[in-house]
């Protein structure tokens, strides 16, 4: 049987890699403001357009739009052709109330009985 082994290689500029740079950025932002933060975000590209929507509880105020502006110039674009759209609100209290008492913990599951997580 022959199998083929396929590798993708993108600059910084991509969009791909552009949009995880971003989201990044923000969740680094968010925790240099508040360790305790909660960042669920997503970033889209397209054509001039950045727009990144999620959920984001920080206790600390973020710019969101300048980290966008400052990622792009670290990129080698100009931040100034971009528009940037932000669709972003605090976290929902139905995620909240999962997180701070998770399923495992309000069934009487304890650590020993969950799997690790590795990475």
């Avoid at 600059?11 to 949009?19: A, Q, T, Y």
């Avoid at 397209?46 to 105020?61: L, P």
Wanted: with cysteine.
């Amino acid at each position: 049987m022959i199998t083929y082994k396929t590798a993708e290689s993108v600059c910084m500029g991509h969009p791909d890699k552009l949009c995880d740079l971003i989201a990044d950025n923000i969740l680094d932002a968010c925790m240099r403001k508040d360790k305790a933060s909660r960042v669920a975000c997503e970033v889209m590209a397209t054509k001039g357009k950045i727009i990144v929507a999620g959920e984001i509880t920080c206790s600390g105020k973020v710019d969101i739009r300048l980290v966008v502006k400052n990622v792009l110039r670290e990129v080698g674009y100009n931040s100034w052709k971009f528009t940037v759209f932000v669709f972003v609100h605090q976290q929902s209290a139905d995620i909240a109330a999962g997180v701070d008492n998770a399923l495992e913990a309000r069934n009487g599951i304890n650590d020993q009985h969950r799997v690790p997580f590795l990475f």
